[in-house]
């Protein structure tokens, strides 16, 4: 095929694409997924090189790959040389050291859980993998994205749903994956580590041909280990092959396919204050290898197919098309023991037992305009997104054994519980956006506006008598958002913004005056702040950042009707968070974090909450990394790291009845690039690293008094890497 007719044949069948999504909720419901054997889509646009430790850009914010100190809200990027500097193994370790970002709140390897600016709790995933929301289904049905996959991780704090619709007002992760590369390059590691920790992978690179039209990327790994809690072991093998065709300098398409497969993982179940964080009598604590479910019986598996493109076209010096497409399939089963209360040292159990799948569509595309009028220089920025969730679940629940935490028997005998509903849940959402990015001189502002349209509806049926009943939430929202930069020469750039953000509210039900849906959970934020990167040096990033940020419309139950909700609940945070990254001459890397936090419920159905402090939000967090690579002399290729994390005390329940204690914990590491003093060894490197060096136990988090979560015990990795 000549590549004017490849060219051709891509706007053909993105322009065709195009007519389908306008059609969206529609096409969804009549169940045609099968026709569009969809693909993925992701436009970074960044700075995407692996060796930079601070980046200059990210496509997170604006989605026209604006550089960080012009962009008025608080984003900030983790490069895949800073995460792998620690041997950072999941997207919750790479996110250890950003400012604002609670990334053990639960530690575990099943699902990154990342709130940031204290909201989203333990629902709080991470959202977003190129650009696109990473939609789940209605409990377990959750993917989760394999670090290796990832070349850097965006952090954007604040409401961002004026370009991606529904989220929490703290803000949004988003992940950017390894994409085909321009030079052909490769690389092997394996890593090893303790509690029998052990993964591979490989990553390849280039064009196929000699123009450079075709290009692919292939990476797969695979990793098996056990963990600090008796019986507990995880597992996954990841593929994420990707081809690239890019006809000429103006159109490029990327075909994306993923599969990861997740046999078995470590998600801890909760256990209660008293025998963790408050003291149980003249019992001793709950030991820290605990396991409160049982080994041959406890199961999860996950498995996650995506297939997806990301299609952009520069029609001339003005007008740029992008659009973006995932389509994911996930099965997942779980049955485990729960915790469900407790005497002396005796607890007791529930368990439970579901299978989900879930089919979802996320497509996104945007028409970009560079233009002037008179002195101003505009990128206007023009997209429609749809989403489209089809999920079912299976669910089941009994009564367990209970069990002695000093002497634990896993050999009970345990009933598996039959399945007693059947939920089917269906979510539409579409959204339209408009943005502009005005430039007049040293001054930037940015100015945007979004409506929002979801219905989800929801099934449930009786299996034993196949009694029905259906709930519906369907609603709008609008959203916003302005903010303006000052740009001064010596690389000082303070900024302020308003924005907006909603969410619809989790759970089913009506208000009881007089049946009305529910309405959103509604964000907004006033933000200031001021950034420094010197134009003449991308290789430092600092920004300090003040901040009040409110949610409305928080669902509570009705106190006076039973079975009824109202949305009278709000919390109001006030914060302040520094962050630096420097990259400096000398050999050193630099991270440095500061977070303060004032979290305070100031309205609730419940009288007695006002005044009272959110669980699981410290007042004061601190983090700071330095690595140090010598440079010279006879032992030039030698790097060394330390870190340190301190993470305030939190109240442990919304009542605010007991105290979680601070903690602080130590990282280290020394790595050797053998290529440096020996040429015939060019592209080895060894890199060993501890987490939590003095094996401190801690409490992470609790959010009730019967939900708290260990800390994660000493973890140490040592990895051997080969590159060409």
């Keep these: 095929m000549s590549i004017s007719a490849t060219k051709n044949a891509i706007l053909a069948a993105t322009v065709s694409l195009a007519a389908l999504q306008a059609a969206g909720p529609a096409w969804a419901q009549n169940g045609d997924l099968t026709v569009l054997k969809p693909v993925t889509v992701a ?29 008025p809200q608080s984003v900030s990027v983790v490069t895949r040389k800073e995460f792998e500097e620690r041997n950072a ?27 940031v600016r204290g909201f989203g709790g333990y629902q709080n995933f991470v959202q977003y993998l190129d650009g696109l929301r990473i939609l789940k289904g209605i409990s377990y049905a959750e993917p989760t994205i394999d670090l290796y996959n990832i070349d850097r991780v965006e952090v954007v704090r604040g409401p961002a749903s004026v370009l991606y619709g529904q989220m929490t007002p703290g803000g949004m992760v988003n992940l950017v994956s390894k994409k085909p590369t321009e030079e052909t390059r490769g690389e092997v590691f394996t890593t090893v580590g303790n509690d029998s920790y052990i993964k591979s992978g490989i990553d390849l690179s280039g064009p196929i041909d000699e123009n450079g039209i075709y290009r692919y990327r292939f990476v797969a790994s695979g990793r098996y280990n056990e963990t600090n809690i008796d019986g507990v072991e995880s597992s996954r093998v990841s593929v994420l092959p990707s081809l690239e065709i890019a006809p000429d300098d103006a159109t490029s398409l990327t075909l994306q396919f993923s599969y990861t497969d997740d046999p078995s993982s470590n998600y801890p179940g909760y256990l209660p204050a008293v025998g963790t964080v408050l003291p149980n009598g003249d019992y001793p604590y709950i030991p820290y290898d605990f396991n409160i479910g049982q080994p041959d019986f406890d199961k999860f598996t996950r498995q996650t197919t995506t297939a997806g493109y990301e299609f952009e076209h520069e029609f001339d010096d003005v007008f740029t098309l992008r659009q973006n497409l995932r389509y994911t399939h996930i099965d997942t089963e779980h049955r485990a023991l729960y915790y ?157 913004s308003y924005s907006t953000s909603f969410e619809p509210p989790s759970g089913f039900g009506y208000s009881a005056d007089g049946g009305t849906t529910l309405d959103p959970v509604e964000g ?20 300090a950042s003040a901040y009040q ?109 007991f105290k979680v204690p601070a903690y602080t914990l130590f990282d280290a590491g020394i790595d050797y690039d053998f290529g440096v003093k020996w040429p015939k060894y060019e592209g080895l490197k060894l890199n060993v690293t501890a987490s939590n060096l003095g094996n401190k136990e801690y409490v992470a988090s609790c959010t009730y008094t019967t939900r708290c979560f260990y800390g994660t015990s000493r973890s140490v990795y040592a990895t051997l890497k080969y590159q060409w």
């Design 43 to 71: 436009t970074d646009g960044t700075d995407n090189d692996d060796t930079d430790f601070v980046a200059a850009s990210s496509s997170a914010a604006m989605k026209t790959n604006r550089p960080l100190i012009e962009t």
């Design 89 to 115: 193994t999941s997207v919750q370790q790479a996110l250890l050291y950003s400012s604002g970002v609670s990334a053990e709140l639960r530690p575990n390897d099943r699902y990154d859980i990342v709130p």
């Design 340 to 496: 469900s209360g407790s005497s002396g040292t005796t607890l007791s159990r529930g368990v439970s037992h579901l299978k989900e799948q879930a089919d979802t569509v996320a497509v996104d595309t945007q028409l970009e305009a560079d233009f002037a009028t008179g002195a101003l220089d505009h990128t206007g920025l023009f997209g429609f997104d749809y989403s489209y969730i089809n999920a079912d679940r299976l669910f089941g629940r009994g009564k367990g054994p209970s069990i002695d935490y000093l002497s634990p028997d896993y050999s009970q005998a345990i009933t598996d519980p039959a399945y007693t509903t059947d939920t089917n849940q269906v979510t539409n959402q579409a959204g339209i956006y408009l943005q502009d990015e005005i430039s007049y001189g040293a001054l930037a502002v940015a100015l945007g506006g979004r409506y929002d349209y979801y219905d989800i509806t929801n099934e449930d049926t009786v299996l034993a008598t196949g009694a029905t009943s259906s709930t519906e939430n369907e609603n709008h929202a609008f959203t916003g958002r302005v903010g303006a930069t000052y740009l001064f020469e010596n690389g000082i750039a303070p900024y302020a």
């Design 524 to 543: 907004e934020q006033y933000e200031v702040g001021v950034k420094y990167q010197p134009f003449d040096d991308a290789e430092s990033y600092i920004m």
């Design 549 to 657: 940020l409110t949610e409305k419309n928080a669902l509570s139950s009705d106190p006076t009707y039973s079975g009824y909700y109202v949305q009278t609940d709000e919390i109001e945070l006030k914060g302040i968070e520094l962050e630096g990254k420097l990259a400096l001459d000398a050999g050193w890397d630099i991270t440095l974090a500061y977070t303060y936090a004032d979290p305070e419920i100031t309205k609730s159905a419940t009288a007695a909450l006002v005044g009272n402090a959110p669980a699981a939000v410290p007042e004061n967090a601190a983090s700071a990394w330095l690595h140090y690579s010598v440079m010279s002399g006879p032992l030039e290729g030698l790097g060394i790291g330390a870190g340190v994390r301190f993470n305030g005390e939190t109240w442990g329940d919304q009542e605010n009845t």
